[in-house]
């Protein structure tokens, strides 16, 4: 059943793709990463459906593995991701004893191992169960990395949201969607906690910035 719904879920995702005509912010985009690959790309939770588009397998340096939680939604993204042709880090962000047990610390070295390999990392960067509240581990990651973090928002002119934690955005077919990047945001190696916290708050900062601008743009707002 799982595997049912994950195809489905990646044919309908391409479908929407297929009828949505595509724009980029900044233009150039590509070009503006490309000395920094590989990188680690920052979504909301609830804007991750169409994520996968922003990878141009055209392009050099494009090879990309995604974070994906082990509960029976994730199961789902993860098969539909595999078939958008997305590697796969299974585990999740969590606190206290609960890392263990949701996968968090195989998971944190996982991805280290992705970017030293030359994989870019797609993670929502939101605390667990908190919308819109960025935590300290894509932070972290960026810390031990020494990669980059690129806040990224795709959105679609023709969409529905859910009343749930997450607000998650269902993209839906024929319309318009727009790719907005923020500017890079590096960690140094030694930053101390203050250092940590001002490039968390910049991050969700970052992230609601080109949330709202995707939104704008794909409803028909005019370009910068």
């Given amino acids: 059943m799982l595997a049912c719904a994950g195809t489905v879920a990646a044919a309908f995702l391409r479908f929407v793709r297929r009828t949505n005509t595509m724009t980029l912010e900044p233009a150039d985009i590509y070009e503006r990463i490309a000395p920094d690959l590989p990188v680690i790309i920052a979504l909301w939770h609830g804007e991750h459906l169409v994520s996968a588009f922003f990878r141009d397998p055209q392009r050099p340096g494009h090879q990309t593995k995604v974070l994906i939680s082990r509960h029976a939604d994730g199961e789902i993204n993860a098969i539909a991701a595999e078939k958008l042709g997305i590697g796969l880090i299974r585990g999740s962000g969590a606190h206290g004893a609960d890392v263990h047990r949701k996968g968090g610390a195989p998971a944190f070295k996982n991805m280290l191992a992705a970017l030293a390999e030359g994989y870019n990392v797609v993670l929502t960067a939101d605390v667990p169960k908190v919308s819109r509240v960025a935590g300290l581990g894509i932070i972290k990651l960026a810390q031990h990395s020494g990669r980059p973090i690129y806040p990224l928002s795709i959105n679609t002119s023709r ?63 005019a370009a910068a």
């Fill in 159 to 221: 969409r529905r949201q859910l009343d749930n934690w997450d607000r998650t955005v269902i993209n839906l077919p024929f319309g318009r969607m727009v790719a907005v990047i923020g500017e890079p945001i590096r960690v140094p190696a030694d930053a101390d906690d203050a250092a940590l916290e001002a490039a968390r708050h910049a991050v969700e900062q970052q992230l609601n910035t080109v949330s709202a601008r995707a939104r704008a743009l794909a409803d028909g707002g």
